[in-house]
């Protein structure tokens, strides 16, 4: 089974009831974890998406969550070093007409690093970038 990118608008889709796209994720996470393939995300996105609970008041979401990265046995954290810091940040200026975060450059770094075609994300920089997307 090919292993998929994690990524942030992903699992604040399904942890947020009100989120545009919260039913769609709920559905396809109900489907995907029937024959759960591996998953990679990045010590970047645990910081967006820890940060984006905690900064809403929601600290205790936020170390549930945290804590669901850290200890899961179906997903790889990528801990960011230096080198990789580096090649996305090279990434990100070397395209300058795209609105591109760190975060996203990163992570588009370790899929072609890693062979992964494609991310549980909502993000469209993903397409943009040439990657697949799910859901």
């Not at 029937?34 to 010590?43: D, E, V």
């Not at 070093?81 to 007409?97: A, I, M, S, T, V």
């Amino acid at each position: 089974m090919r292993p998929l990118l994690l990524d942030t608008s992903y699992l604040i889709a399904l942890e947020v009831a009100d989120d545009q796209n919260h039913i769609v994720a709920a559905e396809h996470w109900g489907k995907l974890t029937k024959s759960l393939p591996p998953l990679i995300t990045t010590s970047y996105v645990f910081d967006e998406i820890v940060t984006f609970f905690n900064n809403r008041n929601h600290h205790s979401k936020a170390v549930e969550i945290g804590n669901t990265l850290l200890q899961s046995p179906s997903i790889e954290l990528i801990h960011i070093d230096p080198p990789l810091l580096h090649e996305g940040w090279r990434y990100l200026q070397k395209h300058r007409d795209k609105t591109y975060s760190l975060t996203d450059c990163i992570s588009f770094v370790v899929m072609k690093q890693r062979g992964i075609k494609t991310a549980l994300t909502f993000d469209k920089h993903f397409k943009q970038a040439g990657f697949g997307t799910l859901p």
